[in-house]
């Protein structure tokens, strides 16, 4: 699977953005898709997750209790797609957002957050908030 994450970008605090995840070569449908961001100097860390079972065209999502209340998880498996919209953003949400995947397994619901688990990676995208 190629992933390939952009909409990040330079936004004032309070701000929104749609970061989009395009991926190629398999279809999602078997898949479990998670947004993962990286401050400067600090760890790669959770933010959101969706993951299709067989045959369901809505996907189960999972969010970073920090992001719960301002970030949204959506995707559409038929168009290999996975948006995040991110609002009310804060100066601590400055960091390059990652799209990555992982095939869909019996146990994602009490791993989907783990960094390491996840086999497919994209490049990043900026995103940067001002005061």
């Known amino acids: 699977v190629q992933l390939q994450a952009s909409g990040g970008g330079l936004v004032q605090a309070g701000g929104s953005l749609r970061l989009s995840c395009a991926a190629s070569g398999r279809t999602l449908s078997n898949y479990a898709v998670g947004w993962f961001r990286q401050a400067p100097g600090k760890e790669r860390e959770f933010v959101a997750a969706?993951?299709?079972?067989?045959?369901?065209?809505?996907?189960?999502?999972y969010y970073a209790d920090s992001v719960r209340d301002q970030f949204t998880i959506s995707g559409d498996s038929a168009k290999n797609a996975v948006w995040l919209q991110v609002d009310s953003l804060k100066l601590e949400d400055t960091a390059v957002y990652y799209c990555?995947?992982?095939?869909?397994?019996?146990?994602?619901?009490?791993?989907?957050?783990?960094?390491?688990?996840?086999?497919?990676w994209g490049q990043g995208t900026q995103v940067t908030v001002s005061s």
């Open positions: 969706i993951r299709w079972s067989s045959g369901s065209t809505y996907g189960s999502t």
């Open positions: 990555a995947a992982k095939l869909s397994t019996p146990d994602y619901s009490s791993t989907y957050y783990i960094v390491t688990g996840y086999n497919y």
